[in-house]
């Protein structure tokens, strides 16, 4: 039976024109104009995948994701995205969606992301059905890491790896910090594959997509009759990760009942299902992720102190992809072979104006971002070398804003005037300048600023919107 896709975009010709094309490539369609009754449709008819606009008249895309993966977790949802709101698009994907895809939409794109939704739901599902064991074959692919993923050159690359090759034979717990989409769970999957347990599963679960209901059950597993919609016995991620490694992305999300559990099972190395009575010996090794400080959340009360310390046996900060410029060119490259192989197509390389502008771009979106702006670029291109009329306008004219990100070449604008003598704009000029000096003595590690600022990472990049927002307005 064909899937089901739902298209969810208050632009109505858009949403005609990808229901038809849809249908021609074999697919089940069905369209809403409005984050509520995309929604609606959603619960009437559990979508196999989900197209939705990120900017919806009622609703945005992070609060329609929330919805469908509280009914559906298995749900595959892909963000349509303008190319501004990238660094949106980024954080959505932790909270779950599978891909963004960017404005103006193409259909050969569009159909390309579809198709690797479906590939990855198939690997899953014949990893169930096969057992825990082949879904670390399907999951690792037991293969040296150089085989999969590019290792870089960068000099804060090299002591990346070192730092992995010395901790991966160890059983310690290890807590990888990172942007989004800096490739931590590639790193959870590299120190894996270093170690004494690299013929056993590697499992990884995003804990930002786990509801307080559904936590206990994914990570458990649960008996047949447990709760209403238990039609079955299932695994646990615990379980399915038994004898190998479990990767916890994004575990700073985690509700904090659930971390009491946690905490328990890690102790005890013992684990039941939910519903169940049998008890199961645990011998695991666990690595997280996270995009936040895990010690200052403990120290704000979202995160529990007794769990940082049984996760934080060693710690790893990987660069974000700005801070490894000796790294870019080869991505480029690496990236362009793959999507060659993934679309059946032969490009020699890029234009000299295209890598000088890779060089130049901050990549708020690091390596993920990288990456699709090449896969797209090589959707579009019929030419030997990729040119610069294929990338997003964002990395031919970057703002000001991902100007100041990318190092501190650029201006910074602390001899800005006022307009008039007031207080309150003297004051906010004041702060702005404040935290483009801390930028700039970091190197533009925003991760460091915030902690030097005191103030979290998201407060941070607010109080640059807003200033920016504010001087648009101005001008």
């Given at each position: 039976?064909?899937?089901?896709?739902?298209?969810?975009?208050?632009?109505?010709?858009?949403?005609?024109?990808?229901?038809?094309?849809?249908?021609?490539?074999?697919?089940?369609?069905?369209?809403?104009?409005?984050?509520?009754?995309?929604?609606?449709?959603?619960?009437?008819?559990?979508?196999?995948?989900?197209?939705?606009?990120?900017?919806?008249?009622?609703?945005?895309?992070?609060?329609?994701?929330?919805?469908?993966?509280?009914?559906?977790?298995?749900?595959?949802?892909?963000i349509i995205t303008g190319y501004s709101d990238i660094k949106t698009a980024v954080d959505i994907i932790k909270q779950g969606a599978f891909d963004y895809i960017?404005?103006?939409?193409?259909?050969?794109?569009?159909?390309?992301?579809?198709?690797?939704?479906?590939?990855?739901?198939?690997?899953?599902?014949?990893?169930?059905?096969?057992?825990?064991?082949?879904?670390?074959?399907?999951?690792?692919?037991?293969?040296?890491?150089?085989?999969?993923?590019?290792?870089?050159?960068?000099?804060?690359?090299?002591?990346?790896?070192?730092?992995?090759?010395?901790?991966?034979?160890?059983?310690?717990?290890?807590?990888?910090?990172?942007?989004?989409?800096?490739?931590?769970?590639?790193?959870?999957?590299?120190?894996?594959?270093?170690?004494?347990?690299?013929?056993?599963?590697?499992?990884?679960?995003?804990?930002?997509?786990?509801?307080?209901?559904?936590?206990?059950?994914?990570?458990?597993?649960?008996?047949?009759?447990?709760?209403?919609?238990?039609?079955?016995?299932?695994?646990?991620?615990?379980?399915?990760?038994?004898?190998?490694?479990?990767?916890?992305?994004?575990?700073?999300?985690?509700?904090?009942?659930?971390?009491?559990?946690?905490?328990?099972?890690?102790?005890?190395?013992?684990?039941?299902?939910?519903?169940?009575?049998?008890?199961?010996?645990?011998?695991?090794?666990?690595?997280?992720?996270?995009?936040?400080?895990?010690?200052?959340?403990?120290?704000k009360g979202r995160f529990r102190e007794d769990l940082f310390h049984r996760f934080n046996e060693f710690s790893i900060h990987i660069p974000a992809l700005r801070?490894?410029?000796?790294?870019?060119?080869?991505?480029?490259?690496?990236?362009?072979?793959?999507?060659?192989?993934?679309?059946?197509?032969?490009?020699?390389?890029?234009?000299?104006?295209?890598?000088?502008?890779?060089?130049?771009?901050?990549?708020?979106?690091?390596?993920?971002?990288?990456?699709?702006?090449?896969?797209?670029?090589?959707?579009?291109?019929?030419?030997?070398?990729?040119?610069?009329?294929?990338?997003?306008?964002?990395?031919?004219?970057?703002?000001?804003?991902?100007?100041?990100?990318?190092?501190?070449?650029?201006?910074?604008?602390?001899?800005?005037?006022?307009?008039?003598?007031?207080?309150?704009?003297?004051?906010?000029?004041?702060?702005?300048?404040?935290?483009?000096?801390?930028?700039?003595?970091?190197?533009?590690?925003?991760?460091?600023?915030?902690?030097?600022?005191?103030?979290?990472?998201?407060?941070?990049?607010?109080?640059?919107?807003?200033?920016?927002?504010?001087?648009?307005?101005?001008?």
């Open positions: 039976m064909a899937e089901r896709i739902l298209i969810i975009d208050d632009d109505m010709d858009m949403c005609t024109l990808l229901s038809r094309f849809l249908q021609r490539k074999g697919f089940e369609t069905d369209t809403a104009y409005n984050g509520n009754s995309g929604i609606a449709k959603f619960k009437e008819n559990l979508h196999d995948i989900v197209l939705c606009d990120f900017r919806l008249g009622d609703k945005e895309g992070y609060d329609v994701l929330r919805e469908i993966k509280s009914v559906k977790p298995a749900a595959t949802v892909i960017t404005k103006p939409l193409i259909p050969d794109e569009v159909l390309n992301v579809i198709k690797r939704s479906q590939e990855q739901a198939s690997e899953r599902n014949a990893a169930a059905a096969a057992g825990s064991n082949s879904f670390a074959r399907v999951k690792t692919g037991i293969t040296k890491p150089d085989d999969e993923y590019l290792v870089g050159k960068d000099p804060s690359t090299k002591e990346l790896y070192k730092q992995i090759k010395l901790v991966a034979p160890t059983p310690y717990s290890v807590i990888l910090y990172g942007e989004s989409g800096t490739g931590k769970e590639v790193i959870g999957k590299t120190i894996h594959q270093y170690s004494n347990r690299n013929g056993k599963p590697f499992i990884a679960l995003d804990c930002g997509t786990l509801s307080k209901e559904l936590a206990g059950s994914e990570l458990f597993g649960h008996m047949k009759g447990s709760f209403t919609g238990a039609i079955s016995d299932k695994e646990g991620h615990f379980e399915m990760a038994n004898g190998g490694t479990l990767f916890l992305d994004e575990v700073a999300n985690l509700p904090v009942d659930v971390q009491a559990a946690l905490l328990r099972v890690i102790q005890e190395r013992k684990f039941k299902r939910v519903g169940g009575t049998k008890e199961m010996s645990l011998d695991i090794r666990i690595i997280v992720a996270s995009n936040e400080n895990l010690q200052e959340a403990y120290r801070d490894r410029r000796d790294d870019v060119l080869p991505f480029a490259d690496f990236f362009l072979k793959k999507a060659c192989a993934e679309l059946g197509k032969e490009i020699e390389g890029f234009e000299p104006e295209v890598l000088e502008l890779f060089e130049k771009y901050p990549w708020p979106g690091n390596l993920r971002e990288f990456r699709n702006v090449i896969r797209r670029a090589a959707l579009l291109t019929s030419t030997p070398l990729i040119n610069a009329s294929v990338l997003p306008q964002e990395i031919i004219q970057p703002s000001d804003i991902y100007e100041r990100q990318a190092g501190p070449q650029h201006t910074v604008l602390s001899n800005t005037p006022l307009k008039a003598p007031d207080l309150k704009e003297a004051a906010s000029q004041a702060e702005y300048e404040t935290i483009l000096r801390v930028l700039k003595q970091v190197n533009y590690n925003k991760t460091k600023a915030a902690e030097i600022l005191k103030i979290d990472r998201k407060t941070l990049y607010n109080k640059i919107k807003d200033y920016e927002t504010q001087k648009q307005v101005e001008n």
